[in-house]
């Protein structure tokens, strides 16, 4: 499975969940961390569990497993680095704080299906 198959997945998985303003960037050729950030925002702290749940279940299912979890006790932002492909998960008054769209501007979005 490529990254950007990856993406997808990971994509729908957060939308099964309800996930908020779904955006991928393209980081490959910015940085050496990974190649896609997915970012996702969620109203409570009960839904960004839930999708990172989501994330995890759906993933390990077609044998994947992240490289590692932070922040999922406190759920205002929960990172999944799935080494390629690195998701980030907020309440939406962290995404804002954080602004990781801001400070990625330079990465170019990627089409996921639900903006078709």
């Known amino acids: 499975m490529t990254s950007m198959e990856l993406v997808h997945i990971v994509a729908k998985l957060l939308n099964s969940k309800k996930a908020e303003n779904v955006v991928a960037l393209e980081i490959k050729d910015l940085t050496t961390i990974g190649d896609y950030f997915v970012i996702a925002s969620g109203a409570s702290?009960?839904?960004?569990?839930a999708m990172s749940d989501a994330v995890e279940e759906g993933l390990s299912a077609l044998?994947?497993?992240?490289?590692?979890?932070?922040?999922?006790?406190?759920?205002?932002?929960?990172?999944?680095?799935?080494?390629?492909?690195?998701?980030?998960?907020?309440?939406?008054?962290?995404?804002?704080?954080?602004?990781?769209?801001?400070?990625?501007?330079?990465?170019?979005?990627?089409?996921?299906?639900?903006?078709?």
Do not use: M
């Open 45 to 49: 702290t009960t839904q960004v569990k």
């Open 63 to 116: 044998g994947l497993e992240p490289r590692r979890i932070e922040g999922y006790q406190s759920a205002a932002w929960i990172v999944l680095d799935y080494y390629e492909v690195i998701i980030h998960l907020f309440q939406e008054q962290s995404r804002q704080f954080y602004s990781l769209e801001r400070l990625w501007a330079d990465a170019p979005r990627v089409l996921l299906e639900e903006d078709k």
